[in-house]
């Protein structure tokens, strides 16, 4: 414990270093001896005193924006020196809990920004009612609709509907963390802490594939790391690159799982004056060009089972272009696959060497592919009894929140609130500070969380005006957790609390 830490405002009277103390954090109630720490390895039994084991982040806000943020120099507690920046913004992020929820947040904290007096409410919430949702950039099958996701055995989710060029999957939930065995719920709970903080999962799919998930990197499925996602479906990348192929092919077929193209069917084709080859697809046309259900999803070309894209060609009708010589490029979405075929006497298409000719187009289509990434996004139900930090009229703060009178951000984070009752968050976990989430062994989720909003609202909503401090006090004195302060720069893709949705326009 450094000297920072022995500033406190109330210091507690000491018990016996021999006597366990018993924490009120969490619904768990651990007794901890001294020297050691709790269940959750967040709280521990220090010099006779429960003290929440990692610092306060402070987080550091450039002065005007689009100036380079300023920070903390390395990663050494905060020394006692104010940092030379205008903004500082005490997030949730080691700031202990309201739990059991009948007392005020543990930082309630007041600091005037452009004229504006703003109050920003901190605690760490435990969400029993949260999950993950996360986005895997890939065209290749990964499993079913609804298939159970799972980690070491158990059950944590399912997968969703896939979005345009990804899979997604739901993790987590509060059936997965309570309603089934012990063994699911505190599968379960690792599986969301590890993504939350950015560490890698292996994940399989009943009836799919495994994938390993970590947040902002590549997502490697049944041992492959893919590398980039796909341009557009089969049909987009013919009415993109059409006019890059004209004259230079006769025909180009795009192999997709969803909708595979071909040049001289679709409109973008026919617009630019392309002839028809008599090619044949197998598969269900939807419309001039486009045909479904090629193939079934998996692992191979355009995210079909395809390992010859020759497979999905019927025969060739030189009653409706065909002809020898005539020549064949077929591409996956990505670029990554791609053939080149000419018809012998026989109308059979047989592989030749890739011409230099086409090279420039295949490039052109993997250079629109953006590079394969995970995103994991935390979702979380914060219309409970954390509310009773803020306020002792709780749904006030729902309706402030709902009102857009109060901003809500998760370690300085902006999140997305979901429209309807309650407070349900969803915030990007690349936008946090690194650990920012936690656990109890209930088991749940501990995610920071703070609210801001004009000091004027906050006391109207019914907010602990007696509890208010200054950012510098904070700084000085610290909490009722006695753990030091430390300052981070505030990532550069995370504004400050946005004051055009707080400030007020002027009465007239």
């Known amino acids: ?20 103390l ?37 987080l550091e806000h450039a002065a005007e924006e689009g100036n380079a943020v300023v920070p903390f120099e390395g990663e050494a507690p905060w020394d006692g020196e104010l940092v030379n920046t205008k903004r500082r913004f005490v997030s949730a992020v080691g700031a202990g809990t309201t739990y059991p929820d009948y007392k005020p947040a543990p930082f309630i904290v007041s600091q005037e920004v452009e004229g504006v007096d703003l109050v920003t409410v901190v605690t760490e919430g435990i969400f029993s009612y949260c999950g993950v949702k996360v986005k895997i950039d890939t065209d290749r099958h990964l499993g079913p609709e609804a298939a159970t996701v799972r980690t070491n ?48 999962v ?17 997502p490697v499925i049944d041992g492959t790391r893919e590398e980039r996602m796909r341009v557009g479906c089969g049909s987009a990348t013919i009415g993109m690159f059409a006019t890059q192929w004209k004259d230079l ?14 040049v001289s069917e679709h409109q973008a084709g026919k617009v630019i004056g392309w002839e028809d080859t008599g090619i044949k697809i197998i598969g269900r046309r939807s419309t001039p060009g486009r045909y479904f259900k090629v193939s079934e999803p998996g692992l191979g070309w355009g995210g079909t089972t395809i390992d010859d894209p020759l497979d999905i060609l019927g025969p060739f009708n030189e009653k409706k272009g065909a002809r020898p010589g005539l020549s064949l490029l077929m591409v996956s979405t990505t670029g990554e696959q791609f053939a080149y075929y000419e018809l012998d006497e026989a109308l059979q298409p047989v592989k030749k060497p890739f011409p230099e000719r086409l090279r420039k187009s295949v490039d052109l289509i993997e250079q629109n592919c953006e590079p394969a990434l995970c995103t994991v996004l935390f979702m979380g139900g914060a219309g409970g009894s954390l509310r009773a930090g803020v306020t002792e009229n709780p749904v006030n703060l729902t309706r402030s929140v709902q009102g857009l009178k109060t901003y809500v951000t998760v370690g300085g984070a902006p999140v997305y609130v979901w ?27 501990v995610a920071p969380i703070e609210f801001t909003l004009r000091r004027e609202d906050y006391i109207r909503l019914g907010g602990y005006a007696d509890e208010i401090r200054s950012v510098e006090d904070v700084l000085e004195k610290g909490g009722e957790y006695f753990n030091p302060r430390e300052a981070r720069g505030a990532a550069l893709s995370n504004p400050w609390p946005p004051l055009q949705q707080l400030r007020r326009e002027p009465k007239r």
């Open 1 to 20: 414990m450094n000297e920072l830490t022995e500033r406190f405002e109330v210091t507690p009277p000491k018990k016996p270093s021999d006597e366990k």
């Open 22 to 58: 018993r924490c009120d954090a969490c619904p768990v109630m651990c007794y901890i001896a001294e020297g050691r720490t709790g269940a959750c390895d967040r709280y521990g039994n220090f010099g006779g005193r429960i003290t929440r084991c990692d610092p306060v982040t402070i």
């Open 153 to 200: 055995g158990e059950a944590v989710g399912h997968v969703t509907t896939a979005e345009y060029g990804s899979q997604m999957l739901s993790l987590g939930g509060v059936h997965h963390l309570t309603g089934g065995s012990k063994a699911e719920g505190r599968v379960t709970c690792q599986a969301m802490l590890d993504l939350c903080n950015k560490k890698p």
């Open 202 to 218: 292996e994940l399989t799919i009943d009836g799919g594939a495994s994938v390993i998930v970590q947040a902002g990197q590549p």
């Open 249 to 262: 092919v006769d025909e180009v077929v795009v192999v997709d799982d969803h909708i595979t193209g071909v």
């Open 419 to 445: 429209p309807g009752g309650g407070i349900t968050i969803m915030v990007d976990v690349m936008r946090t500070p690194e650990n920012a989430f936690g656990y109890v062994p209930t088991p749940a989720l």
